[in-house]
T-cell receptor, first 115, second 114 residues
């Protein structure tokens, strides 16, 4: 099993350009997540999808859109990139249910630079 | 709102010593889970250990243990017999019962010196 995969690994954009970050998981998880990681700030949730067909905003959703294409795939789109969106982006997936013990499995990350 | 605080931006420890990484949390919920993740310089996030709020025993996983003090709202990670490969960022995180998301702390950078 590949677990959680993300493409691309690195990307440089100019201000105002758009792009889509792709994420796929092969663990049959219902929930998927997009985080951004900035120095000194830990991981902050951008959007998540509890199940196929649903998406919800996280802590820092402004400037982003998401699509849960099917159970396996969850994409993150930047419509008009800004330098403040320079960050490392992580996709994650997990089981969902009443238990608190479901860990999240993370992809390798995408390092995005906006100039 | 839930919050995780990791007050140690950086820690330096000699190889083979034990190390404790601090984590305090703030929540009014009674049912929650606490997680620790390791992020080496290669960037991936690796799950280390989990503690449930109703678990009576402290969690252990190999050289990792979690010192859970519910009344003090702390969930410190203890790494015994540290190794050079333990050098990494370490994140504490929390999930409430019924919630989807994890709330992360700012992280602690651990450096193991030979």
């Amino acid at each position: 099993n590949a677990g959680v995969t993300q493409t691309p690994k690195f990307q440089v954009l100019k201000t105002g350009q758009s792009m889509t970050l792709q994420c796929a998981q092969d663990m049959n998880h219902n929930s998927m997540y997009w985080y951004r990681q900035d120095p000194g700030m830990g991981l902050r949730l951008i959007y998540y999808s509890a199940s196929e067909g649903t998406t919800d905003k996280g802590e820092v959703p402004n400037g982003y859109n998401v699509s849960r294409l099917n159970k396996r795939e969850f994409s993150l789109r930047l419509e008009s990139a800004a330098p403040s969106q320079t960050s490392v982006y992580f996709c994650a997936s997990s089981e969902v249910g009443a238990k608190t013990s479901y860990e999240q499995y993370f992809g390798p990350g995408t390092r995005l630079t906006v100039t | 709102a839930q919050k995780i605080t990791q007050t140690q931006p950086g820690m330096f420890v000699q190889e083979k010593e034990a190390v404790t990484l601090d984590c305090t949390y703030d929540t009014s919920d009674q049912s929650y889970g606490l997680f620790w993740y390791k992020q080496p310089s290669s960037g991936e996030m690796i799950f280390l250990i989990y503690q449930g709020s109703y678990d009576e025993q402290n969690a252990t996983e190999g050289r990792y243990s979690l010192n859970f003090q519910k009344a003090r709202k702390s969930a410190n990670l203890v790494i015994s017999a540290s190794q050079l490969g333990d050098s990494a960022m370490y994140f504490c995180a929390m999930r409430m019962k019924g919630a989807q998301k994890l709330v992360f702390g700012q992280g602690t950078r651990l450096t193991i010196n030979p």
